[in-house]
Nanobody, 124 residues
Framework: QVQLVESGGGLVQAGGSMSLSCSAS????????MGWFRQTPGNEREFVAT????????LYADSVKGRFTISRDNAKGTVYRQMNGLKPEDTAVYHC?????????????????WGRGTQVTVSS
């Protein structure tokens, strides 16, 4: 059974940078789009970024555009996200997810496999 495992996360000061990665165990996600979502207590899961199967098309939420970068290495079965210029409002649990299709998507319903998430806390 394929599982997604996020790594990275932790505490960082506002304006700082952090990298997250997501790997698949028990399988691969090379044929699918991948996405990152974030969630804070009491709120719905929010789209952050997505990348298509080939890694040549990425979409970002307006709130992170220009600050976050998503990339993937299909040979290593890993998706990365580089976050720069972090703000306190970026504090959340970040989840990676595997898309149902090869194309990108912004809605949680377009993803069928989710990691458990990793906490990112940005202090002011």
């Amino acid at each position: 059974q394929v599982q997604l495992v996020e790594s990275g996360g932790g505490l960082v000061q506002a304006g700082g940078s952090m990298s997250l990665s997501c790997s698949a165990s028990g399988g691969t996600f090379s044929g699918y789009s991948m996405g990152w979502f974030r969630q804070t207590p009491g709120n719905e899961r929010e789209f952050v970024a997505t990348i298509n199967r080939g890694g040549d098309l990425a979409l970002y939420a307006d709130s992170v555009k220009g600050r976050f970068t998503i990339s993937r290495d299909n040979a290593k079965g890993t998706v990365y996200r580089q976050m720069n210029g972090l703000k306190p409002e970026d504090t959340a649990v970040y989840h990676c997810a595997r898309g149902r299709f090869s194309r990108t998507g912004r809605r949680p319903g377009e993803y069928d496999l989710w990691g458990r998430g990793t906490q990112v806390t940005v202090s002011s």
